[in-house]
């Protein structure tokens, strides 16, 4: 696709530059054609080649929330299917679970993981299909901040006991190490990342949004998608031809039909179905989160950074850009391309603006003559620096409506400045 269209742009390239002059080819028109081109060429999803899978894909499961209250018929169905194609999936266990809700900050009661449910675990790490990783100690929210989160804002002290004592816990039941922490509801602060480096932790696995610090030894496995856009990412992952790219799936019990008939949103048969497919495919690695650096060679701090920064830069632009750019966690040297177009994008859209707005506003040369009009620049900048200043002092995140309004006015503004020089020349020439 990216080579078909380049070819065409080489020929009207030729066509102009050797068959006509070349100064036929400077004219507006083929310059706002152009840049149309360049446009056509920065969109995401246009300029990438058909895969033939060359690239190889990583897949990692990231099952939640298995406790002492988690529905173990259904995690057992899990264990099976994951048994029967011999693939691995990580286990988030909760080895002291709150009894009520997750979100009841009162509640002190709390339920131990017990024997039934250990034994299953056990069983499935030794036979290497399940990787037992730490999700919290009771999973239940902290009173000391206004979000969802086990950990974070808690002091060092109580942190520290609160992961030491479900560490020990999990690999005095099951006799291996944990290296891999799954902090409840994704939320942790730079304390957390701090015990978990004393702690020996290798992986730390959240969303995408974290905080990071790059001098501990902590690898960052970040989930991006869910079961139901995970076709979506793998095709995704395809077009990239990123080799580094990682794909970790989050579930929990909540997302199957059996275990919530309301918010459940696929069967465990139609589960069972999609992992068979991505068996089958041959461009497709499934591991575990502790495995994963023996896959992909860089899960530093600032891959996981860059990652972030990536999907920040994606939500200052128009929402196709948002095109699902968080559900693969890129290798750096993707992202640095895709930042690279978006970056182009924020400067051709006002090139644009003034291209339009100079070709319209030197076509009305008797109103651009007029001393007043020429005013209208310098007024247009006022507005833009108080527009800008506004934003800048009053939101935390400038998104891309704002972004498209500065745009828009930088155009204005550069075209009727180009137009204005531009009579002055001819005004100077005929006298
Ligand atoms: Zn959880």
Request: contains cysteine; hydrophobic residues 45%.
């Given at each position: 696709?990216?080579?078909?269209?380049?070819?065409?742009?080489?020929?009207?390239?030729?066509?102009?530059?050797?068959?006509?002059?070349?100064?036929?080819?400077?004219?507006?028109?083929?310059?706002?054609?152009?840049?149309?081109?360049?446009?056509?060429?920065?969109?995401?999803?246009?300029?990438?080649?058909?895969?033939?899978?060359?690239?190889?894909?990583?897949?990692?499961?990231?099952?939640?929330?298995?406790?002492?209250?988690?529905?173990?018929?259904?995690?057992?169905?899990?264990?099976?299917?994951?048994?029967?194609?011999?693939?691995?999936?990580?286990?988030?266990?909760?080895?002291?679970?709150?009894?009520?809700?997750?979100?009841?900050?009162?509640?002190?009661?709390?339920?131990?993981?017990?024997?039934?449910?250990?034994?299953?675990?056990?069983?499935?790490?030794?036979?290497?299909?399940?990787?037992?990783?730490?999700?919290?100690?009771?999973?239940?929210?902290?009173?000391?901040?206004?979000?969802?989160?086990?950990?974070?804002?808690?002091?060092?002290?109580?942190?520290?006991?609160?992961?030491?004592?479900?560490?020990?816990?999990?690999?005095?039941?099951?006799?291996?190490?944990?290296?891999?922490?799954?902090?409840?509801?994704?939320?942790?602060?730079?304390?957390?990342?701090?015990?978990?480096?004393?702690?020996?932790?290798?992986?730390?696995?959240?969303?995408?949004?974290?905080?990071?610090?790059?001098?501990?030894?902590?690898?960052?496995?970040?989930?991006?998608?869910?079961?139901?856009?995970?076709?979506?990412?793998?095709?995704?992952?395809?077009?990239?031809?990123?080799?580094?790219?990682?794909?970790?799936?989050?579930?929990?019990?909540?997302?199957?039909?059996?275990?919530?008939?309301?918010?459940?949103?696929?069967?465990?048969?139609?589960?069972?179905?999609?992992?068979?497919?991505?068996?089958?495919?041959?461009?497709?690695?499934?591991?575990?989160?502790?495995?994963?650096?023996?896959?992909?060679?860089?899960?530093?701090?600032?891959?996981?950074?860059?990652?972030?920064?990536?999907?920040?830069?994606?939500?200052?632009?128009?929402?196709?850009?948002?095109?699902?750019?968080?559900?693969?966690?890129?290798?750096?040297?993707?992202?640095?391309?895709?930042?690279?177009?978006?970056?182009?994008?924020?400067?051709?859209?006002?090139?644009?603006?003034?291209?339009?707005?100079?070709?319209?506003?030197?076509?009305?040369?008797?109103?651009?003559?007029?001393?007043?009009?020429?005013?209208?620049?310098?007024?247009?900048?006022?507005?833009?620096?108080?527009?800008?200043?506004?934003?800048?002092?009053?939101?935390?995140?400038?998104?891309?409506?704002?972004?498209?309004?500065m745009q828009l006015l930088v155009g204005i503004i550069f075209g009727i400045m180009v137009s204005v020089r531009r009579l002055k020349k001819r005004i100077a020439l005929l006298h």
């Amino acid at each position: 696709m990216e080579r078909r269209i380049l070819h065409f742009y080489q020929q009207i390239l030729t066509k102009y530059l050797f068959k006509r002059k070349i100064k036929a080819f400077i004219t507006p028109i083929n310059f706002m054609s152009s840049v149309f081109l360049c446009m056509f060429f920065i969109f995401p999803e246009v300029g990438y080649c058909d895969s033939d899978y060359k690239t190889k894909i990583t897949i990692a499961f990231r099952y939640d929330d298995y406790s002492a209250v988690s529905d173990t018929k259904l995690e057992k169905q899990i264990i099976e299917i994951f048994s029967d194609f011999n693939i691995p999936i990580t286990f988030g266990v909760i080895p002291n679970v709150v009894s009520s809700m997750y979100s009841d900050t009162i509640s002190n009661e709390f339920i131990i993981l017990k024997r039934r449910k250990i034994n299953i675990l056990k069983k499935a790490s030794r036979e290497g299909i399940v990787e037992i990783a730490l999700h919290g100690y009771t999973h239940r929210q902290n009173l000391k901040v206004n979000i969802y989160t086990e950990f974070s804002g808690l002091d060092y002290n109580e942190q520290y006991r609160k992961i030491k004592q479900g560490k020990n816990f999990l690999e005095n039941e099951i006799g291996s190490k944990v290296t891999t922490f799954i902090p409840p509801w994704n939320s942790y602060d730079s304390i957390t990342l701090q015990v978990l480096n004393e702690l020996n932790f290798q992986f730390i696995s959240s969303d995408i949004i974290g905080q990071s610090y790059n001098n501990s030894g902590l690898m960052y496995v970040p989930f991006t998608c869910e079961v139901n856009n995970l076709k979506d990412a793998i095709m995704l992952a395809r077009e990239n031809l990123d080799n580094s790219a990682l794909i970790v799936v989050m579930f929990h019990q909540d997302n199957f039909i059996e275990a919530n008939k309301n918010k459940g949103y696929i069967s465990i048969t139609e589960f069972a179905e999609i992992i068979s497919w991505i068996s089958q495919q041959k461009d497709i690695n499934i591991i575990s989160i502790a495995e994963s650096n023996n896959h992909i060679s860089d899960l530093s701090s600032s891959r996981y950074a860059n990652n972030l920064s990536r999907f920040q830069l994606a939500y200052r632009l128009p929402p196709f850009f948002r095109y699902k750019s968080n559900i693969i966690y890129s290798s750096q040297a993707r992202i640095y391309k895709q930042k690279t177009v978006m970056y182009i994008y924020l400067i051709l859209i006002p090139l644009l603006i003034a291209l339009i707005t100079h070709l319209v506003s030197f076509r009305m040369r008797s109103f651009i003559a007029h001393k007043k009009a020429k005013l209208i620049p310098y007024f247009l900048l006022i507005i833009l620096i108080f527009f800008g200043a506004a934003y800048y002092f009053t939101v935390d995140f400038i998104g891309y409506m704002a972004i498209l309004i500065m745009q828009l006015l930088v155009g204005i503004i550069f075209g009727i400045m180009v137009s204005v020089r531009r009579l002055k020349k001819r005004i100077a020439l005929l006298h």
